[in-house]
């Protein structure tokens, strides 16, 4: 069973950095993706990030491509995401999740942190 905790959100002004952390349970991960979601109030959970866990190969949503950098360090067991020139929208409850094999479609993640609150104010 895999376990995610993730780390790092809180309360930022527009144009500022965060960076959240999430980090895993002992297991090996290879040919795993690692992604971030996040969900707005009223709204539905969506697809920011993704990593190629063995490869280290990337893919964004347009909304923050050029802004967020998805990152891991193996030997932490830890998925990163670096997140630069916050926007308001960007707001949310961020969660790490898990699957075996590449979708940026929350349902076909198996594994789930409890997520980490985001704002970022005006």
């Known amino acids: 069973q895999v376990q995610l905790v993730e780390s790092g959100g809180g309360l930022v002004q527009a144009g500022g950095s965060l960076r959240l952390s999430c980090a895993a349970s002992?297991?090996?991960?290879?040919?795993?993706?690692m992604g971030w979601f996040r969900q707005a109030p009223g709204k539905e959970r969506e697809f920011v990030a993704n990593i190629n866990w063995s490869y280290g190969s990337t893919y964004y949503a347009d909304s923050v491509k050029g802004r967020f950098t998805i990152s891991r360090d193996s030997a932490k067991n830890t998925v990163y995401l670096q997140m630069n020139s916050l926007k308001p929208e960007d707001t949310g409850v961020y969660y790490c999740?898990?699957?075996?094999?590449?979708?940026?479609?929350?349902?076909?993640?198996?594994?789930w942190g409890q997520g980490t609150q985001v704002t970022v104010s005006s």
């Open positions: 999740a898990a699957r075996g094999g590449w979708s940026r479609s929350w349902s076909d993640y198996n594994y």
């Open positions: 002992d297991r090996t991960f290879s040919n795993y993706f």
